[in-house]
């Protein structure tokens, strides 16, 4: 099976590369990142603040269905060239990951291809290596929660 | 779906991550296993039934007993715990996709 989104992280390194191919053009493809309703739909969080300039502003927040707020990201807008790139930093809230630099790169593949390269720089390896592991620590708290769920029902 | 047989489902487990590290250098009986953990014999058992379901764990016959060892062509792909990360990635970006495709660019809005 060839996998659509790979993943680069070098050992001993403190960056890593996302790459993805896209059946969209651009256009389209850029117009996902750019546009706060379209952010929303596929992030799957809350857009309070995007300023596509240099020098401006990104916050998302994340919210569970009791309206508490799990996730919260901020940072700064570098560069904003449509259609080309996205240069910002990202910094994680009440988390310990630092600041990364992120590069988004898009380019055209053909009319309804295009292709996206993320590339982010953390502060050291170890930074890098705990963010690696995130997903699958949220695994483990959301079997936790489910868990937890259940135990709650049956009182 | 049979979720006893995702690899990941397997590793969130504690006692389960537990397991695979103690057969990281020896291979094992389930008795011997169980001796290291405070849990019950029975419940020992059943994690070693899911590891060896999901491929992580492979049994050898010695004799009368059965020895557990550790699958390495398993384990690589879950080396680093980067799949998890991919997966998330990728799910992400399979809804910009589809999200995408369905996008009316002249109305600005989803069709």
Redesign the interface.
Known sequence: MKLKTKVHAEDGMQELMITREFDLSLELLFRAFAEPELVEQWMGTRVLKLENRRGGEWQFETADAKGKVVFRAHGVIHEFDPDQNIIRTFEMENASFGVQLETLEFEKLSGHRSRLRMHSVFQSVSLRDAMLKLPFAQGINMAHNRLQEIIENLK | MNLRRDV??AI?EPTRRAILLLLASQSMTAGAIAANFETARPTVSKHLQILTECQLLKQEQVGREIYYHLNPDKLKGIA???E???????D??????S???E?D?DTNRNI
């Open positions: 990941f489902q969130a680093e715990f980067i998890p990360f991919r997966r998330f990635w990728d992400r970006f399979n809804r910009l996709e999200l995408m495709k996008y660019p």
